[in-house]
T-cell receptor, first 113, second 115 residues
Framework: TQLLEQSPQFLSIQEGENLTVYCNSS?????LQWYRQEPGEGPVLLVT?????EVKKLKRLTFQFGDARKDSSLHITAAQPGDTGLYLC?????????????FGGGTRVLVKP | DAGITQSPRYKITETGRQVTLMCHQT?????MFWYRQDLGHGLRLIYY???????DKGEVPDGYVVSRSKTENFPLTLESATRSQTSVYFC??????????????FGQGTRLTVV
């Protein structure tokens, strides 16, 4: 089982529609990151949220960190085909040997023209 | 060129053989990570390293060995490859603040097939 659970696993929508992706955990994280991955490439960072209740906007993307810092959401307004990809949330877990960056299972988003 | 590079990009090996995947970064990031990504799924952490000579297990370490004698290199070795280790392997590097991870930069991935 993964520390970070993402839902839904797959989302198919028409261009212009809105969508929300969720990232949930039973653990508290000091921060959460969102990445997007396109086929054949490594993930690329979209945003890092640090403070409980924080909301960050990146053009049509809105990221929210839950008040208790256990969950996060990514909302895309008026989705475009260029938003198609695998969206991954990630959190740092502090261990004796350092911090390990662990990822959720991902949400695959398909935006059809 | 600056960045993080993985080699080889593609590898086919036989069951039982030892294979090493290479990862090299030029930023002098203290942290490096190895993940595997199976078809249609997220990334699962195999091993990570906070600095040279400091490594620790991730979620799925069995069957893998790592070393980090130099900050810039973090090779991953499959001691005796099995079909279940067929996957795409990603290496990443990052810096961590006190509690907040910096951006993780990923290599292009190595597609490994074990036959």
């Amino acid at each position: 089982t993964q520390l970070l659970e993402q839902s839904p696993q797959f989302l198919s929508i028409q261009e212009g529609e809105n969508l929300t992706v969720y990232c949930n955990s039973s653990s508290v994280f000091s921060s959460l990151q969102w990445y997007r991955q396109e086929p054949g490439e490594g993930p690329v960072l979209l945003v890092t949220v640090v403070t409980g209740g924080e909301v960050k906007k990146l053009k049509r993307l809105t990221f929210q960190f839950g008040d208790a810092r256990k969950d996060s959401s990514l909302h895309i307004t008026a989705a475009q085909p260029g938003d198609t990809g695998l969206y991954l949330c990630a959190g740092g877990v502090q261990k004796a040997a350092g911090n390990k960056l662990t990822f959720g299972g991902g949400t695959r988003v398909l935006v059809k023209p | 060129d600056a960045g993080i590079t993985q080699s080889p990009r593609y590898k086919i090996t036989e069951t039982g053989r030892q294979v090493t995947l290479m990862c090299h970064q030029t930023w002098s990031h203290s942290y490096m990570f190895w993940y595997r990504q199976d078809l249609g799924h997220g990334l699962r952490l195999i091993y990570y390293s906070a600095a040279a000579d400091i490594t620790d297990k991730g979620e799925v370490p069995d069957g893998y060995v790592v070393s980090r004698s130099k900050t810039e290199n973090f090779p991953l070795t499959l001691e005796s490859a099995t079909r279940s280790q067929t996957s795409v392997y990603f290496c990443a590097s990052s810096e961590f603040g006190l509690l907040v991870p910096g951006e993780a930069f990923f290599g292009q991935g190595t597609r490994l097939t074990v036959v």
